[in-house]
């Protein structure tokens, strides 16, 4: 009798191991991302292919301000983020279309939030940011919003992979310069 005792506590055992180990994997396997998850910051490591260095004497746009360069994207609104003020909420509009983004550059202060509303005009398209994790598909004739916060200073490019990815004219950057 106690050999078969011995033998169902050895099976119960072995089973409580395969659903440890079975719960362990199920865990580690990390998700996607998609429009719906929150991106994850970038690290201050090394430069990588869509993360560049910035360039000097760059000048972040306010709402109100007449002019930019036409490549640079003139924010619809600027308001504070935080009840401190040292933070902004930048919103932006750009357009796909023709195989390009236009405006194709954001600026934003380190630490701001930036929302983006792109509109595809003329086909299908997605927007790939990976340093931020997005990679979000935009319909012909449709808007998409992307939302997130710059944590770390740098000159992160964009762009459509659809389109044909880095070296497509479907490229664009999001700068973010460090706040004086």
Same mark, same amino acid.
């Given at each position: 009798?106690?050999?078969?005792?011995?033998?169902?506590?050895?099976?119960?055992?072995?089973?409580?191991?395969?659903?440890?180990?079975?719960?362990?994997?199920?865990?580690?396997?990390?998700?996607?991302?998609?429009?719906?998850?929150?991106?994850?910051?970038?690290?201050?490591?090394?430069?990588?292919?869509?993360?560049?260095?910035?360039?000097?004497?760059?000048?972040?746009?306010?709402?109100?301000?007449?002019?930019?360069?036409?490549?640079?994207?003139?924010?619809?609104?600027?308001?504070?983020?935080?009840?401190?003020?040292?933070?902004?909420?930048?919103?932006?509009?750009?357009?796909?279309?023709?195989?390009?983004?236009?405006?194709?550059?954001?600026?934003?202060?380190?630490?701001?939030?930036?929302?983006?509303?792109?509109?595809?005009?003329?086909?299908?398209?997605?927007?790939?940011?990976?340093? +931020?994790? #997005?990679?979000?598909?935009?319909?012909? =004739?449709?808007?998409? !919003?992307?939302?997130?916060? &710059? %944590?770390? /200073?740098? *000159? +992160?490019? #964009?762009?459509?992979?659809?389109?044909? =990815?880095?070296?497509? !004219?479907?490229?664009?950057? &999001? %700068?973010? /310069?460090? *706040?004086?």
């Amino acid at each position: 009798m106690n050999n078969k005792i011995f033998r169902y506590l050895i099976i119960a055992a072995a089973i409580a191991i395969l659903i440890f180990l079975a719960v362990s994997i199920y865990r580690a396997r990390k998700p996607t991302p998609s429009v719906s998850q929150q991106p994850s910051p970038p690290t201050t490591e090394a430069t990588s292919q869509t993360r560049l260095e910035v360039p000097k004497n760059i000048t972040v746009p306010d709402s109100n301000q007449t002019t930019t360069a036409p490549d640079i994207a003139k924010p619809v609104s600027v308001s504070p983020a935080t009840p401190q003020g040292d933070r902004s909420l930048r919103k932006f509009e750009i357009r796909a279309e023709e195989n390009k983004f236009k405006p194709k550059e954001i600026i934003a202060y380190e630490k701001d939030i930036v929302q983006i509303k792109v509109t595809a005009v003329d086909k299908d398209y997605d927007w790939v940011q990976p340093d +931020y994790g #997005f990679n979000v598909k935009i319909a012909k =004739g449709t808007t998409k !919003t992307i939302e997130f916060q &710059v %944590t770390t /200073v740098g *000159k +992160y490019v #964009f762009y459509c992979e659809a389109c044909g =990815g880095l070296n497509s !004219t479907a490229v664009g950057y &999001v %700068t973010v /310069v460090p *706040k004086k």
